[in-house]
């Protein structure tokens, strides 16, 4: 039986995903899913892995949060305050 975590690895290392869609594919919280995403990117270091995030941005102005340090769903768009954002994706390389 694999941990939560080992099974986020495993599906982010054969394709890219967002937060929801991992929610989804294992019947958690999609706020856990970025609780979990933060350890992992920690965790992999010593396996040479390498968490990828194609950062989310704005639907509105094209704003893109690159410079984002928490992985959670960002509320607003700060320079146009509009609430519309493409998710994240995350990916293991
Ligand atoms: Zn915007």
Redesign the pocket.
Known sequence: MQTIRQQIISLLKKREMNAREISKALGIQEKEVYDHLEHIRHSIRPQKKKLMIYPFH?L??D?IFKDRKRLSRPGR?P??K?GHIEAATFKIV
């Open positions: 704005c509105t102005c704003y768009c320079k146009c509009q």
